[in-house]
């Protein structure tokens, strides 16, 4: 009714001024990024895919998607689901992609704490335990801690949610801590996920700009008033 409509157009208009506010936030951020003389900021792109199919055996955990070099895939690009990152592109043909998830064996993610910034290498143990490798004894990770993407290694972009900490302890040798993860990911009933093709500057505007077109016209059109009729229908 006319109340849901104004209801809607009241929460759209809320999250373009967030929009507004935050894209500030992200110039200002830029700005004092050039100053600093640090590398620029990219920002994923992001192709929406079906998961169609499973392939699994001792050595990979394969997702099937019904897309392929027809959407310009190409292997090693990074696949996320709404949650946090899933794998990477192993396969392309014509209309078939193969998916590598976090679950394969030979699989390994650096990955860093978001908290204290930390360096590890994600791997996966069993079922939905995943395992931080590679932190030593001394190094501030705590149970609660979210993990994101590092950036490095070049296949996987800087900041993509992986998981959280579940269990922190030091091995037996005293040396390294044992660090058990949770994926944010449901690894094994996901059914829609997005292949990273490329990233653009986050200063690229252009994406938004036609988007945000096209969402006013349509909430212009529709909240607009319509004619009343005259004195004999007219």
């Known amino acids: 009714g006319r109340w849901s409509l ?3 157009v009241m929460i759209v208009a809320t999250l373009n001024l967030e929009r507004m506010r935050l894209v500030q936030l992200r110039d200002d951020r ?6 600093a003389r640090f590398a620029r900021d990219r920002f994923p792109l ?7 199919g499973r392939a699994t055996d001792r050595q990979q955990d394969m997702l099937v998607l019904a897309t ?6 190409r292997v090693d690009m990074p696949v996320t689901a709404y949650a946090g990152l899933v794998g990477r592109v192993r396969q392309v043909t014509d209309e078939r992609t193969l998916v590598e998830t976090l679950m394969s064996p030979g699989l390994a993610v650096s990955c860093r704490d978001q908290r204290s910034g930390v360096i590890g290498i994600l791997r996966w143990v069993r079922g939905s335990q995943f395992a931080l490798d590679r932190v030593d ?3 501030d990770v705590l149970v609660g801690d979210p993990l994101v993407t590092s950036g490095y290694g070049g296949v996987y972009p800087r900041g993509i949610p992986v998981g959280v900490v579940t269990r922190v302890e030091n091995s037996l040798d005293g040396l390294f801590k044992q660090i058990t993860v949770r994926p944010y990911v449901e690894l094994g009933g996901v059914e829609d996920v997005f292949v990273v093709r490329r990233q653009v500057p986050w200063e690229d505007d252009a994406l938004y700009d036609a988007a945000d077109r096209g969402l006013l016209e349509n909430l212009s059109a529709t909240t607009a008033p319509k004619p009343t009729a005259g004195p004999g229908g007219r």
């Open 46 to 52: 992001l192709l929406p895919c079906e998961v169609v």
């Open 68 to 73: 392929g070099f027809r959407d310009s895939v």
């Open 6 to 8: 104004r209801t809607d």
């Open 137 to 139: 004894a001394v190094e």
């Open 30 to 35: 830029d700005r004092l990024r050039r100053e």
